[in-house]
């Protein structure tokens, strides 16, 4: 059965300051996909890494994937208020067709 | 149009009550998905469908009836629901039932008195 493994779950940041949050799964698989989710409101895709090495990055984010270690990055740099969210790492794969499997998500709340 | 949509964004039901869910996307999107999340937890999978046949359905009670009528649209049938089901509810699709990246609705917000 695949699991993933989102660390830390709770992250208190200072606007300014950078931070990793790291996803790790246990059986290989095909993608990796970080997703943000507001209070209350849907999932908003944020990267989709398909292979090994692949490294993303939009505006103070950068996703990165290294499928031998089984392990995705989401590196926030100089953080801001408007970053504050729950982070979910996602992968898909393993014996289910179509199936995402979630990580815990990460809470992260950015204070001034 | 590059959106999935749901009605209603919001649901009261009591444990008696027959009520459904939609979700609507016009994207070419041939894979279908929903999924209930509970607060403050990740989403869970309940049901994909894959050129409008079921393809995965995760052990879910069968008060939750899903259906497919066409390539654009997924319905979510509820009936004699109990209190532990509030939760939001989650439509997504993707381009296919392999592993493309899934587009998220805005869900809908299921309360069950």
């Known amino acids: 059965e695949l699991k993933v493994e989102q660390n830390p779950l709770f992250l208190s940041m200072q606007e300014g300051k950078n931070y990793t949050i790291y996803c790790n799964y246990s059986t290989t698989s095909d993608r990796l996909y970080w997703y943000r989710q507001d209070p209350g409101k849907s999932l908003e895709s944020l990267f989709v890494l398909l292979s090994n090495g692949a490294v993303k990055q939009e505006g103070r984010l950068m996703a990165s994937l290294d499928t031998k270690a089984r392990l995705s990055t989401l590196h926030i740099t100089a953080a801001v208020h408007d970053l504050s969210a729950t982070y979910f790492c996602a992968v898909s794969g393993g014996t289910s067709y179509g199936k995402l499997t979630f990580g815990q998500g990460t809470i992260l709340t950015v204070h001034p | 149009d590059t959106e999935v949509t749901q009605t209603p964004k919001h649901l009261v039901m009591g444990m008696t009550n027959k009520k459904s869910l939609k979700c609507e996307q016009h994207m070419g999107h041939r894979a279908m998905y929903w999924y209930k999340q509970k607060a403050k937890k990740p989403p869970e999978l309940m049901f994909v469908?894959?050129?409008?046949?079921?393809?995965i359905n995760e052990s879910v009670p069968s008060r939750f009836s899903p259906e497919c009528p066409n390539s654009s649209l997924l319905n979510l049938h509820l009936h004699a629901l109990q209190p532990e089901d509030s939760a939001l509810y989650l439509c997504?699709?993707?381009?296919?039932?392999?592993?493309?990246?899934?587009?998220f609705g805005p869900g809908t917000r299921l309360t069950v008195l």
């Open positions: 997504a699709s993707s381009l296919s039932g392999t592993t493309q990246e899934q587009f």
């Open positions: 469908y894959s050129y409008e046949k079921l393809s």
